[in-house]
């Protein structure tokens, strides 16, 4: 098992940064990719970035430029660095990681919000 808690949500006006943590314990050893998802009011949960243990990163198109995912090994910590936030990317926004061909663990989800 793993378990997953993020930090660093809040509220920012456009334009602003925030930066989200998300802090791994358990069988950290078991998890190949960890993730950021986020879900926006009506709408479905979707990938925002993803990262390997090689340190591979993915995107998806509407964030690229302005997030960044990293991760420090030896805190069994993941962040997501947001910059140039816009109110589209108000969400709340969730850390996965996965063991297996699926993102099997999550955390509990932090909001954050862009305001104008």
């Known amino acids: 098992q793993v378990q997953l808690v993020e930090s660093g949500g809040g509220k920012v006006q456009a334009g602003g940064s925030l930066r989200l943590s998300c802090t791994a314990s358990?069988?950290?050893?078991?998890?190949?990719?960890m993730a950021w998802f986020r879900r926006a009011p009506g709408k479905q949960r979707e990938s925002v970035a993803t990262?390997?243990?090689?340190?591979?990163?993915n995107y998806r198109d509407s964030v690229k430029g302005r997030f960044t995912i990293s991760r420090d090994n030896a805190k069994n910590t993941v962040y997501l660095q947001m910059n140039s936030l816009k109110p589209e990317d108000t969400a709340v926004y969730y850390c996965?990681?996965?063991?297996?061909?699926?993102?099997?663990?999550w955390g509990q989800g932090t909001q954050v919000t862009v305001s104008l």
């Open positions: 358990g069988n950290i050893a078991s998890i190949n990719v």
């Open positions: 990262i390997t243990t090689g340190g591979r990163t």
């Open positions: 996965t990681a996965s063991s297996s061909f699926s993102f099997d663990y």
